[in-house]
Structures are given as C-alpha cells and as structure tokens.
Nanobody, 116 residues
Framework: QVQLVESGGGLVQAGGSLRLSCVAS????????MGWYRQAPGKQRELVAH???????NYVDSVKGRFTISRDNAKNTVALQMTSLKPEDSAVYYC????????WGWGQGTQVTVSS
C-alpha cells in the first residue's frame, strides 16, 4: 500500500510563492507518472500539473508559467513550486499517480490559502 504525505502549504499573500512537497512510501514511485491535484471548496478536484516517469511536464492553462512540477525518484518525492500565486489558487493540494487513484487513495493534502 502506497502512502502519500503532502506538506508545504500555508497562508500567503497574492503574488507570493510556496513550494509543496509530497513523499510517497514504497519502492514503486519511479514507475508512475505523478500529478498534483487541487480541490477548492464546492469544486471538483482537478489535475493542475503532471510529470511523466521521464520528467516531461504538463500544466493546466490556469497555472502555466507560474507552477513547476518536479520529481526526485531517489527520494520518492514530487514537488510543486508555485509562484505569482492568486486568490483563485486557494485549495487543498494533493499528489497522486493518475493511473493509481483507486489503488493508492488520497493523502491528507496540504492547504494553500492566498489572500488578496
């Protein structure tokens, strides 16, 4: 069973930056594409950044140019560097493997709150 532990969230003013980190237990991490998701109150969870096993990245339009996803397979971690944050980025952020959502479940997430 893989466990996902997210950290790094907090309260930041608009225009500020945060770096989120996710640690995945188990030795299979490097075999999976990974993503960062977010869920704001009353909204569906959405995938905002994706990184393949080879390091190719993709982003939802709303965060392109502001967020950067990276991974360190040796440390079983995936990070999300967020800059130029906006109030609409406020949400609980989660990491997961898009193909393993049903098997791995979700971690507790990390809250990001951006004040205007």
């Amino acid at each position: 069973q893989v466990q996902l532990v997210e950290s790094g969230g907090g309260l930041v003013q608009a225009g500020g930056s945060l770096r989120l980190s996710c640690v995945a237990s188990g030795s299979v991490f490097s075999a999976y594409h990974m993503g960062w998701y977010r869920q704001a109150p009353g909204k569906q969870r959405e995938l905002v950044a994706h990184i393949t096993t080879s390091g190719r990245t993709n982003y939802v339009d709303s965060v392109k140019g502001r967020f950067t996803i990276s991974r360190d397979n040796a440390k079983n971690t995936v990070a999300l560097q967020m800059t130029s944050l906006k109030p609409e980025d406020s949400a609980v952020y989660y990491c997961n493997a898009p193909t393993q959502l049903d098997r791995w479940g979700w971690g507790q997430g990390t809250q990001v709150t951006v004040s205007s």
